[in-house]
């Protein structure tokens, strides 16, 4: 959980500063005991060192000594001993027998009831003669008979003595530090203090932390369930909750279960999955270049590209057609992960399916007869390869450089690929692709890491040996360097052998397979092992898995997935895989370096993190809530509820719990797709927003964050980058700076004026009236006519004093060919108390006489009134003296010329000489409700960030209050409307779009017809103005741009 200060200020533009709270540090008397601690403590292990060596015979204690002298620190269990096995030290003699105070038994008995269970059942798979980790310094004998449990106590027993520090080394081994096999034994399991105990017992017990991964969020205060619903909201359905949604937050926990569950469902769902999908696999690096044009095997799109190549030339490689192809096919595994999801198959369908997911496109050079609605290339079904057809006799191709492949007859080798799921896709060997001498363990490597959680490279240290890494006598297989990882990644990498290096399938002449040329028919002469009828190759270790040979090898990847989909770890794998897309970071490995900063918070949060995958994995194998296994929506729905997900604050200042969760809860960062999709549900607009009908919709939606400023705000391209930043940095900041300035007027216009407030998503309670000054007022259509005048009346409460009273006509305009404009005309005004007694009357001619403020180039005095012209800033004032407190009642006769479909629009307002109360309290509550849209703070009028926000408010719109003219939001340059940020802007609100277009389908605003719709956008009061600043100022807060 990050703890943040979040300054905020914004002065000639909004700017934004990023800090942290510094880690807690002790105070001198803290550190003087803690050294002082560890001064004693040092010099008991030295005291103890020398008893045991006295112990010794005089070699085994030079050797020692010798150890002690040449490393500083304690040799990972995974290094090799320096020595040859015959040369190591003497066994050092058993410890005496201890006793356990509270239960009398012994540390032999100990160890036979509880530890060697753990050495045979999870130790002795690589610490044993001939495993992988044979040549540590810990090697055990298997069995479970006396003799063997001897000999293995005796093991650990010398461990003990060896190294300094080994108790503690060892608990940090088996917890994964710097360890080849991982976690063994998690912290707080019952495995982990069974050790813990019988290392007490042999006289090495390692200190008990302070936080376990049990107590780890006892001093940390959840968020609400509100709060948690509207992150939820926000990540699944890319919006904020309904209020219905919000109700269900009464059933208590089983509400809020069913509630988050029920927004997984629409596009922004599917979104979710796409992106979760591809921030693991990064598929869509391809997402333009996956298949081969000039490619023979999928024959139907070799005969349609030439055919579009003939027509088109080289033109057609940039054609929609090609894009909606390589979109189809590259999109494949995210759609089948999707399809999987959303339809509440069971998660190991993504391995499993028989079936490819592909759009109109891919199924059409697929030769499917999947059946589409429309040509809608994101529109995916389940579909088939048919038209598949490898190399053979029968085969008449013909390439031409002008117009690539022809494919003259398809011959008769058309086979039927056995399909796996994600793992056959094309875009996944693609995008994992292989070479003669990598042979398929890049796509094995990440087969284990995706679907089973193991990290083959991480599995044993890289050797450095100079002997081992000069070996050429197939190293893989008989160097036990190398053989550490390979012994269990190349049975994997053999599962692929029916797929080449681009990951067509049986891809050599006659398909027969894949293997490489050059070992079939070494280019020197030399013997080649291969034998016709091989499928994989003779110097590697036969496909398989675990130990499980390939049955068939017509079916071996099909084999290989429902494998993985039986193993244990898959599901421990898919909660790996789905923690980031709903918690923002990766989930934590142990540290490395015992020496590293923030140690033992890093080795805390990774055991922590641990304990909950195991424990959300066996929710997901058994079915969550007695539901379907390996339902999807059920662990998303569980890591939202997680105290990982909801953690709000920490109440002590324990800094190892600090560090252990400095990336739990509700800080993470949005990524650039996850702020896109959240600005255009909260506020309607999108930045950037493209509706083309081009190819670019193909790569990206089209918005700036994802396209222009993509990697610049951290996101991933999926080839180059593939990690998200996870903080903030300047550049960022003045990326998210950019859109709220670009967005904010562009949200103002469309709310307060171009929707009705019924249609409005933000700003329901003002209008372009409601200054802080406004005693009252309305804004009214004028449906009279000269003959037949219309008076509009508006009523409030006014103190006595000088008012200022404002005429303002809000949608003037003139067309200068016509020689014809939209005008109004306000004959008289007249004030009357609550008893319906005149107080004052005005008519407006006499006006000309006294002190107003008006604009003369957009309206003048007539011998009936005053006019108001056809022009944007039409603007009178004067004053009015009120002698007596009370409610009033405000009648303006008026009258008008409509033109166009818009009938004249005319705003009158009364204005104090001060705030008014009424109005000041109006726009504290507008602010709390942005506060719970924006930032998701339910705030009181009266806190702290509403006031803030206020200041702001009125001290912008004071600048502009003392102006004789009236002003407009879109002026230029002071308030430019970007009217093509966003090409959607006015759909909903006209039915012809302002755009414009070319036959190549690219689209741009048209501006001429866009300035006509939004018309003049006055803003006679100064409000609109205050409010898009307000809006970019709270666009650019720390809990805006994180979720």
């Known amino acids: 959980m990050r703890a943040w200060w979040w300054r905020r200020c914004f002065v000639a533009a909004v700017t934004t500063a990023f800090g942290f709270y510094p880690a807690a540090q002790a105070d001198d008397a803290t550190q003087r005991g803690e050294r002082a601690a560890s001064e004693q403590a040092a010099e008991a292990g030295r005291a103890a060192q020398a008893a045991k060596a006295a112990f010794h015979p005089a070699h085994l204690r030079a050797s020692v000594a010798h150890a002690s002298a040449t490393r500083a620190d304690p040799a990972p269990m995974s290094h090799v001993w320096h020595a040859d096995k015959a040369a190591r030290p003497p066994p050092a003699i058993i410890p005496r027998i201890a006793y356990s105070k509270a239960t009398g038994e012994s540390s032999a008995t100990y160890f036979d009831d509880h530890i060697d269970g753990i050495i045979q059942g999870q130790c002795i798979a690589c610490h044993v003669e001939g495993g992988t980790s044979a040549n540590t310094r810990i090697v055990f004998v298997a069995g479970s008979d006396a003799s063997s449990r001897r000999s293995n106590q005796q093991t650990l027993a010398d461990f003990l003595s060896l190294v300094e520090g080994g108790a503690e080394l060892l608990l940090n081994k088996v917890q994964g530090v710097s360890h080849g096999g991982g976690v063994q034994l998690q912290a707080g399991s019952s495995g982990f203090e069974h050790m813990r105990t019988w290392l007490g017992l042999v006289g090495e017990e390692a200190i008990a932390p302070g936080v376990t991964p049990e107590t780890l969020f006892d001093s940390v205060r959840m968020v609400s369930h509100e709060r948690t619903l509207r992150r939820a909201a926000l990540l699944f359905a890319a919006r904020n909750p309904t209020a219905e949604e919000l109700r269900a937050l009464a059933e208590g926990t089983v509400g809020i279960r069913r509630a988050i569950r029920n927004l997984m469902q629409g596009p922004a769902f599917h979104d979710f999955l796409i992106r979760a999908g591809n921030d693991r696999l990064f598929t869509d690096r391809h997402i333009r270049s996956v298949l081969d044009p000039n490619s023979e095997y999928f024959v139907r799109l070799a005969q349609l590209m030439r055919k579009g190549r003939v027509r088109y030339g080289d033109d057609f490689y940039g054609s929609k057609w090609f894009h909606a192809v390589q979109f189809g096919v590259a999109r494949a595994p995210l759609e089948l992960i999707a399809h999987v999801v959303e339809n509440d198959l069971p998660y190991t369908e993504i391995l499993t399916a028989d079936y490819i997911m592909a759009n109109p496109f891919a199924a059409e050079i697929y030769d499917a007869p999947t059946a589409f609605e429309n040509d809608d290339p994101f529109d995916f079904q389940p579909s088939a390869i048919v038209g598949y057809y490898g190399k053979h006799e029968s085969k008449i191709t013909r390439f031409n450089q002008r117009y690539g492949l022809h494919v003259i007859s398809p011959g008769t080798l058309r086979m039927d690929i056995p399909l796996a799921g994600v793992l056959n896709t094309n875009v996944f060997l693609h995008r994992y692709p292989s070479t003669a001498t990598n042979r398929n363990r890049a796509r094995a490597r990440w087969t284990y890491y995706h679907f089973l959680g193991v990290d083959v490279e991480k599995s044993a240290p890289r050797t450095t040996d100079p002997v081992a890494l000069a070996d050429t006598n197939n190293p893989t297989l008989h160097n036990s360097a190398c053989s550490v990882c390979h012994a269990a990644l190349d049975p994997v990498a053999g599962a692929f052998q029916n797929y080449g290096n681009e990951g067509y399938y049986r891809e050599n002449y006659g398909g027969t397979d894949s293997l490489d040329e050059f070992y079939k028919e070494p280019p020197d002469g030399a013997d080649t092992l291969y034998v016709e009828g ?19 090898a017509d079916y071996s990847l099909r084999w290989l997935a429902n494998r993985i989909a039986e193993d244990h770890r898959f599901a421990e794998a898919a909660v790996r895989f789905w923690w980031p897309a709903v918690m923002g970071t990766e989930m934590a490995e142990a540290p490395e370096d015992q020496s590293d900063v923030g140690f033992a918070g890093r080795l805390l949060a990774a055991n922590a993190q641990a304990l909950e995958m195991t424990r959300l994995a066996e929710r997901f194998r058994q079915g969550i809530g007695g539901k379907r296994p390996y339902n999807v929506k059920n662990l998303l729905t569980d890591l939202v509820l997680s105290k990982w997900f909801r953690a709000g604050a920490i109440t002590d200042d324990d800094p190892t719990r600090r560090e252990a969760l400095r990336n739990a809860g509700a800080e993470r960062l949005l990524t650039p797709e996850e702020l896109t999709r959240k600005t255009a549900a909260v506020t309607g607009v999108e930045w950037g927003r493209i509706r083309p009908n081009t190819n670019l919709r193909f790569v990206h939606n089209g918005s700036h964050l994802e396209r222009d400023y993509r990697l610049l705000y951290g996101g991933i391209d999926s080839a180059g980058v593939t990690e998200r930043a996870p903080d903030m940095t300047a550049l960022m900041a003045s990326v998210a700076q950019r859109q709220a300035l670009e967005l904010s007027r562009m949200i103002v216009l ?11 998503r933000l700003f329901g309670s003002v209008d372009v009236r409601h200054s802080p000054a406004a005693e009252f007022g309305r804004v009214s259509s004028v449906r009279g006519l000269r003959d037949s005048p219309q008076t509009l009346v508006t009523t409030g409460a006014m103190k006595r004093g000088t008012k200022t009273v404002t005429l303002a006509f809000l949608n003037g305009v003139w067309d200068e060919e016509q020689r014809k404009g939209r005008h109004a005309w306000v004959d008289r005004i007249a004030l009357k108390d609550s008893a319906g007694a005149l107080v004052a009357s005005v008519e407006l001619e006499e006006l000309a006489s006294y002190s107003t403020s008006h604009n003369g180039n957009c309206g003048h005095f007539t011998d009936d009134g005053y006019q108001f012209h056809g022009c944007e ?21 008026t009258w008008g010329e409509r033109f166009g479909d818009q009938l004249p629009r005319l705003a009158v307002s009364v204005d104090g000489d001060g705030i008014s109360a009424r109005q000041a309290s109006r726009i504290k509550a507008q602010l709390a409700a942005l506060h719970w849209s924006l930032l998701g703070e339910r705030v009181a009028t009266d806190s702290a960030d509403v006031q803030e926000a206020y200041a702001l408010f009125t001290d912008v719109w004071r600048q502009h209050h003392d102006l004789t003219s009236g002003s407009r939001l879109c002026d230029w340059p002071a308030g430019r409307c970007l009217l093509n940020v966003d090409q959607a802007f006015f759909e909903g609100i006209v039915e012809e779009q302002p755009l414009k277009g070319n036959a190549d389908g690219w689209r741009w605003v048209d501006w001429p017809q866009a300035q006509e719709i939004i018309g003049a ?11 898009a600043v307000v809006l970019a100022f709270l666009m650019t807060d720390y809990r805006y741009l994180h979720l």
């Open 750 to 760: 469309k709310e307060l004026y171009l929707l009705r407030r019924a249609e409005r």
């Open 534 to 552: 091989d499928t994989w190759y003779r110097d590697m270790r036969v496909p398989g898995f675990e130990g499980a040979v390939v049955p068939d």
């Open 873 to 893: 800033a039409a603007l009178l004032r004067f004053p009015l003296t009120i002698e007596a407190d009370g409610d009033y009642r405000l009648e303006v006769v």
């Open 1017 to 1027: 956008t006055p803003d006679p009061f100064h409000v609109a103005q205050s409010w």
